[in-house]
């Protein structure tokens, strides 16, 4: 049994399916998996899109992870690290990990602590771009005890040391593999960051980025009896429609990620029988993220979309904070996602004791207040009712987002309020693979953020947001020195945001933790840096013969990959 530490918030316990007595490795055959939104490359740590993370986390693991209650349980690690066992200094300035014994990498050779310590070299190079960089906060060495010992000290006491290392988002990567890939070589090493060597229970056989990847069994996994499944198929490409199709209609696909459709599509689809949707709500949210910095391609490139230049329009506050007031949240819950969807004022919906109270306000479209704002900030309205100010500045705005059905819904509505209240909106949208895929040559990406605004959803792993809201403190935005990878998407700066996030990595007291927690929430949200709409919960689908899934939001879904198996 995997040790076990209990978090606060856990999700509802699903239900687990028996597994059938006598099990043999690889005794299911093969699995075939959609994912609409294409992998494009097999390194989480270059990539900050969510598929990247669920597709490398069947190659990648970490020493410990979230299971699908919330609870964190060690993984390559014998145990989770605490004070009372003595894996957790007295002082909280260090974490002493301990691998398992006898783990072996796919390629046969010994998994040993020079991997996990160059695991945080890697991410941590001053001259990389580490898209998650955000887990390796406060961060001063990694210290190798022995062959199968490694203690993170870290600069301040961290009463939560839980980051490094911990989740599909901080896996532990082969350092003969990648030693001659530190820097900005790391996104030209195309053989290791397609075809990483792993300890998962598969192996990549073939990987076409933007398109399908071949897993086959890891000969070297450390249980003989796991995986279930020889050989895996994970198709990318097409829409979430199409997806749910396969599963639930037509039976030529196990599994399907993400299915962002309209709760009366699924229902309809669910009825061909083949298949059945399933759903767990987390901390996911449906957000509209505002530039503060300007993406005029007019701009030169080491300048465009980086804090060298203040967005003209949106660095003002009263604009930001009108165009969240002029739109109706519960409209967009109604045709998006039904139950499957609740409206939100908050980056941080969940856990509970994390979710602040203070921007309810949000719940309620105010048409009227937004163009009151609008005046205020001296944009009148022009002969066709678009808002110019005194320089004659028309107030238009691009508007962009990943192609997706129920996006495209809610791109033309808010459009549609927003052109109320006198801002023309250019829509855009771009291919799933391509706006999330964290390609530095792309001008597509959520990373280089080439318009006003950009709408998509994102969550946390785990149950404590530290690492999360460590996300928007200067420095860690995209730009051009760090291969546009980063998480400050929106390139917002506030010392004062980054001094009180200071106090949340060193408070121990889980009521002064979510106390902190819901008041960085609040300089974000009441700064209109980030717009929330919806909070979501994850809906995917399962065939009707594939058992041993549990749905997990607080890591990657598939992190119990290896258990899953044929039920006929």
Request: proline fraction near 7%; aromatic fraction near 8%.
């Amino acid at each position: 049994m995997r040790t076990r530490v209990a978090l606060f918030g856990a999700a509802a316990t699903l239900a687990m399916m028996p597994v059938t007595a006598f099990a043999e490795r690889g005794d299911s055959g093969h699995l075939n998996m959609i994912y609409w939104q294409a992998p494009s490359i097999m390194n989480p740590y270059l990539s900050g899109g969510t598929k990247e993370q669920e597709a490398s986390s069947i190659v990648l693991e970490p020493l410990a992870r979230y299971n699908e209650n919330g609870e964190l349980v060690a993984w390559l690690a014998e145990s989770i690290p605490t004070v009372e066992n003595g894996g957790v200094a007295e002082d909280l300035m260090s974490i002493t990990w301990r691998l398992r014994e006898g783990l072996l990498w796919s390629d046969g050779t010994p998994v040993t602590a020079a991997d996990v310590a160059f695991t945080a070299e890697y991410c941590m190079h001053p001259e990389g771009g580490c898209a998650q960089l955000r887990n390796f906060s406060d961060v001063e060495s990694v210290e190798i005890v022995d062959d199968r010992t490694v203690t993170v000290h870290f600069s301040v006491p961290k009463p939560v040391p839980y980051g490094p290392f911990v989740s599909a988002n901080s896996p532990i990567l082969q350092r003969a593999q990648f030693e001659n890939c530190l820097g900005p070589r790391a996104p030209e090493c195309t053989e290791a960051n397609f075809y990483p060597i792993g300890t998962g229970a598969f192996r990549v056989v073939d990987f076409r980025p933007n398109d399908v990847i071949q897993f086959e069994m890891n000969p070297n996994y450390r249980d003989p009896a796991l995986p279930r499944f020889a050989t895996i198929t994970l198709k990318g490409g097409g829409d979430a429609a199409s997806a749910g199709r396969a599963v639930m209609e037509t039976g030529e696909m196990d599994y399907a990620w993400n299915l962002q459709l309209a709760p009366d599509v699924i229902a309809t689809m669910a009825q061909g029988g083949r298949g059945v949707p399933i759903s767990a709500f987390g901390s996911l949210v449906e957000r509209i993220e505002m530039n503060l910095t300007d993406p005029s391609p007019d701009l030169p490139p080491e300048i465009r979309s980086t804090r060298a230049a203040p967005h003209p329009i949106l660095s003002d506050v009263r604009v930001r904070q009108a165009l969240s007031m002029a739109i109706d949240r519960e409209l967009l819950v109604e045709i998006g996602y039904g139950a499957a969807g609740t409206v939100t004022c908050n980056l941080v919906p969940a856990p509970p004791a994390f979710a602040s109270d203070a921007n309810e306000s949000c719940r309620v479209q105010d048409l009227d207040g937004a163009r009151a704002l609008l005046e205020e900030a001296g944009w009148t309205p022009g002969p066709d009712g678009i808002r110019v100010n005194a320089e004659g500045r028309r107030l238009v705005l691009d508007y962009q987002t990943s192609t997706n059905a129920v996006r495209q819904d809610f791109q033309a509505l808010i459009q549609q309020w927003w052109r109320e209240i006198g801002v023309e909106t250019n829509l855009r949208n771009i291919n799933a693979s391509v706006f999330f895929g964290g390609d530095p040559g792309s001008p597509d990406t959520f990373q280089k953020f080439y318009a006003d605004v950009q709408m998509y959803a994102n969550n946390f792993t785990g149950t404590d947001p530290e690492a999360y809201l460590g996300a928007l403190r200067c420095g860690l935005e995209p730009r051009p020195e760090t291969q546009w990878q980063g998480e400050n998407i929106n390139r917002f700066c506030d010392p004062t945001y980054d001094a009180l996030h200071l106090e949340l990595a060193q408070a121990s007291n889980i009521e002064d933790r979510a106390r902190i927690a819901r008041q960085l929430n609040d300089i974000l949200i009441q700064n209109y840096v980030v717009v929330p709409l919806v909070h979501r919960g994850r809906v995917d689908a399962r065939a009707n013969t594939l058992g041993g899934v549990r749905l997990n939001t607080w890591d990657s879904g598939l992190w119990n990959i290896a258990e899953w198996y044929r039920t006929e």
